[in-house]
């Protein structure tokens, strides 16, 4: 079975830098596209930022010249970079791939407060 784990969430001045990470296990990472969503509370999850197999990436408007997605296939992980984090960064940042359209885990907690 597929397994996402995201981690290396946590506390941010505005201005402020983190690093997700988002191991896989179950899949053969290497032929998936994997997303970063976010859910702050009381909204939808709204997605930040893809890269397909091949390496291609797309962003949010939101958080494009700020943000980076990137895949090591060898260590079956996915990150992204964020920079110059606002505010409303603040969510629950997860990992997921559009090949298991149902399967969410849970997730890692980005504040970004003064």
């Known amino acids: 079975q597929v397994q996402l784990v995201e981690s290396g969430g946590g506390l941010v001045q505005p201005g402020g830098s983190l690093r997700l990470s988002c191991a896989a296990s179950?899949?053969?990472?290497?032929?998936?596209?994997i997303s970063w969503y976010r859910q702050a509370p009381g909204k939808q999850r709204e997605l930040v930022a893809s890269?397909?197999?091949?390496?291609?990436?797309n962003y949010a408007n939101s958080v494009k010249g700020r943000f980076t997605i990137s895949r090591d296939n060898a260590k079956n992980t996915v990150y992204l970079q964020m920079n110059s984090l606002k505010p409303e960064d603040t969510a629950v940042y997860y990992c997921?791939?559009?090949?298991?359209?149902?399967?969410w885990g849970q997730g890692t907690q980005v504040t970004v407060s003064s």
């Open positions: 179950g899949i053969i990472f290497s032929s998936y596209a």
């Open positions: 997921q791939t559009p090949s298991f359209p149902g399967y």
């Open positions: 890269i397909a197999s091949g390496g291609s990436t």
